[in-house]
Every structure is written in C-alpha cells, then in structure tokens.
C-alpha cells in the first residue's frame, strides 16, 4: 500500500465522525412588533424547518422575539429611520448579512402599500442583501394591495434576484406575476397551518379580535356589542398586536360598550397562552388574519370581519368565503345569521385545514430542494 494511501484512509479515519458544517441560515422579516400572528409565522418556520441549520432572526424587537421563538439567534433588523440608525446596530446587522450562507424573506404581508412605509422597509433590506450577493428565498408570504406606482416599483426592485416566491394565495399570485420577475412563483398556504397545536378547540368561550385601525367607527362596535350581549357564553377580547396599532384600544372601546363581567380584555404575552385560549374556545369573531387561520387549526368555528384584501384570499383559497362579513356591513342580524351558518358548516373545517397543510408543507419541500440546488 502506498505511502498516500496510508495517509488518505488515517485522514478519513479521523475525520468520518467529525460532523459538517451547518448551513447559515438568515432570515428576514416583519418580527418583533408584538404582533402574535407574525410570531406564529416564524415559529412556524423554525420548527419544521426542512435540514439542521443555525438560523438568525432580523427583528425589530430582539428580545420580544427570543421570548416568542426558542432555538434561534435574534439581532436587529437593519436599522431603518434616525432612531434606528442612533441604535448604533447597523454594522452588526451588516455583518450578520456578509456571514450568511442563504437569506430567506418571510412570511407575512411584506410588499403592501396600506403602510406606506412597508414597501420601502423590505427594498431597504433587501437592497443590502443583494449587495453581498446573497441567494435569497422567498417564504409563504401574501402581496399586496400595491396601489401606488412607486410601491409596485420598489417591490420589484426588491424582488428582482430573488430565486424562488412562494405566496401564500393566489391573490398574491397574480400580483406577482404581473411584475415579470424571473423567479419561479409558487401558490403554498401561510406557514402558520403547519403550526403544531396540542389539540382542538372543545370549549364554549367567545374569542374576539379586532384590528384597532381599521375598526375604528362607532357603528361597527355598537353592532358587536348587541350580538355579544345576545350570546350566554364568556368572550375572550384577544389583542393580536400591542405596539404600532394597538388592538387594546378597540377591544377596550367595545369591552366599555358591553360592560358584563363575563366580557374580559385579556393579556397575551406568549403562545403558549394563545393556545390556551382557542382551546377554551368555541366560536371566534375576529379581524385579525391569523385569528382566523388559528381559528382553522384549532377546528373552531369563525365569523370573519373582512378589513382588507389578505383576509378576503384567505376565505376565498380556503372555500369559507360565506363566513366574511365585510366591517362596512357589519349588522347585528346578519352576525347571528353568519354565526349560525359556521355552526352548520363546522364539519367542512376539517378538510380545509388538511389541505392548507398539504400546501403549507409545499413550503419546506420547495426550500429544501433549493437549498440543496
């Protein structure tokens, strides 16, 4: 045997069980807000994340996320604004950027115009990456609405290297695909349908979720208020966000317009405790997106109060369209006609949350065989 070939086999010897490096996996999006529902999306992400892989979270709020997320390294998203950039983070956040091996974007409604600071947010961080010429995947997220001409010109710079979009319904498909980008689009679910619950919904609580911007009108409040005291059951008023448009503040409104003791504004620090209240549910009227995707998976049936595009896709790719009611129609008798209606369809909720699973996982196969391309 050769001197080489003793030297080679004594190498691998030594080697065969020293285990390979983990990818460096960054991902980007809108966490740290105090915002549940996104919270939901990136632990989603995480734990059926599809290979072993150190992974590091940009956030807005660091230390809210590593409370909501386990197992993940969180820094700041890349400063954007006078106090953001007196935070002095910039140049960790950069150099965050250059150690990554693969950047994924998402989920959540990234490009939308209804803040209008959204579409220059995610072109400023997108800019950055593409500059280190990172290979970028874009995870479960919804589009739009884009409304302006300059929001649909900076989502496309944003997204013009990007590889791979996965969108979370075929609204956001079709917004997309107007833009001719040259990333192939996919049509998945929102990755929360992947998030693992304990078990379902087999309570009698009300869990309510209002959206403190675009519910704020008195007429809208004074209907839920009469539809509430027609229910024998306690309502659980859950804010879903508690920073920039705080829901308190509308569920506070209509807490003061019910004024029942079995009417209570509840505090959600974590997940967990999210979890224990759709457990304890059996019927959700909610504003928030991700109430009523919670509401899927835990097999409880919903009225959902249609605000804005995302929320009417949602029904539409789900079958459940009949069970929106838009807030500007928002009446008394048509809440108890809608109420009644998801009682009598609950049994459909079963196949809907199968199949928005099937699609969800198409999330992690796609990110697999890109990351391993």
């Known amino acids: 045997m050769s001197k080489l070939s003793i030297l080679t086999k004594s190498f691998v010897r030594r080697t065969k069980n020293i285990p390979m490096s983990k990818p460096r996996i960054l991902i980007i999006g809108a966490y740290g807000s105090t915002n549940l529902g996104d919270s939901a999306v990136l632990k989603s992400i995480v734990d059926n994340f599809p290979i072993e892989a150190d992974i590091t979270v940009l956030s807005h709020d660091?230390?809210?996320t590593s409370k909501m997320v386990e197992g993940v390294q969180v820094k700041h998203l890349l400063p954007f604004g006078k106090r953001s950039l007196l935070a002095g983070?910039?140049?960790?956040?950069?150099?965050?950027?250059?150690?990554?091996?693969?950047v994924i974007l998402g989920g959540g409604t990234l490009f939308q115009d209804d803040d209008l600071l959204a579409p220059v947010l995610w072109w400023w961080q997108l800019l950055w990456v593409n500059l280190f010429k990172k290979r970028v995947f874009v995870y479960g997220i919804g589009i739009g609405p884009l409304?302006?001409?300059w929001s649909r010109y900076l989502a496309k710079r944003a997204l013009s290297k990007v590889e791979v979009i996965t969108v979370r319904d075929k609204a956001s498909e079709k917004i997309a695909q107007k833009m001719k980008l040259e990333a192939k689009i996919v049509v998945t679910a929102d990755p929360v349908f992947l998030y693992k619950a304990t078990k379902r919904a087999s309570g009698k609580d009300i869990l309510v979720s209002l959206r403190t911007h675009y519910g704020n009108n008195p007429r809208l409040l004074d209907e839920m208020a009469q539809f509430i005291l027609s229910q024998r059951?306690?309502?659980?008023?859950v804010p879903f966000q508690v920073l920039k448009n705080d829901d308190r503040k509308m569920l506070g409104q209509l807490q003061d317009k019910i004024k029942n003791r079995r009417v209570r504004l509840l505090k959600v620090e974590n997940l967990k405790k999210l979890e224990g209240m759709y457990q304890r549910s059996g019927f959700v009227l909610g504003m928030r997106l991700h109430s009523i995707v919670w509401a899927i998976?835990?097999?409880?049936?919903f009225v959902a109060l249609v605000y804005t595009d995302k929320v009417r896709a949602l029904l539409?790719?789900?079958?459940?369209?009949?069970?929106g009611l838009d807030i500007g129609e928002v009446k008394t008798e048509i809440l108890q006609e809608?109420?009644?209606l998801a009682f009598s369809q609950r049994a459909k909720l079963?196949?809907?949350?199968?199949?928005q699973k099937e699609k969800a996982a198409l999330n992690n196969l796609i990110l697999r065989q890109w990351l391993k391309s």
């Open 338 to 340: 809608k109420f009644l």
């Open 297 to 301: 998976i835990y097999q409880c049936p």
């Open 233 to 237: 059951a306690v309502v659980n008023l």
């Open 62 to 64: 660091p230390v809210w």
């Open 350 to 355: 079963e196949q809907v949350l199968k199949k």
């Open 89 to 102: 983070t910039f140049w960790q956040t950069i150099r965050v950027i250059r150690q990554a091996d693969y």
């Open 316 to 323: 539409k790719d789900c079958g459940l369209s009949s069970w």
């Open 147 to 149: 409304r302006r001409f």
